[in-house]
């Protein structure tokens, strides 16, 4: 499954806490990767820098498997992502993004402005 497909889907309840990738805790998407290096009948995660430095070349294969669907890297493959995950539900040019976040910005100052105003 594609990345894009991936994160549309997922919910906040998608996303886990884990060493795995780099050592030190950060949010990401489950997956059967993250559910490996979490289960406690397994080794630990090394600290930081060795996790990265022995799973650098397999987390590299992965990636570049999962783009293949049936390649089973698919099901390993996971992501940075925090909760907000779960309302990612649309694909947007980023431009578009763009000009939303300059949208919002123009009408927070216009608040603030009538606030100081009145």
């Known amino acids: 499954m594609k990345i894009k497909a991936k994160l549309l889907r997922a919910t906040r309840g998608d996303t886990t806490r884990s060493r795995s990738r780099t050592g030190k805790p950060a949010r990401m998407l489950k997956s059967a990767w993250t559910e490996e290096w979490?289960?406690?009948?397994?080794?630990?995660?090394?600290?930081?820098?060795?996790?990265?430095v022995l799973t650098a070349r397999a987390i590299e294969r992965i990636d570049w498997g999962s783009v293949k669907l049936g390649s089973g890297a698919e099901k390993l493959a996971n992501y940075f992502v925090g909760p907000i995950v779960g309302a990612m539900n649309e694909t947007k040019p980023a431009a578009n993004v763009v000009y939303d976040m300059v949208d919002e910005f123009i009408t927070a100052i216009e608040s603030v402005s009538y606030q100081a105003n009145a």
């Open 38 to 52: 979490d289960d406690p009948t397994h080794p630990a995660p090394l600290g930081m820098p060795l996790q990265p």
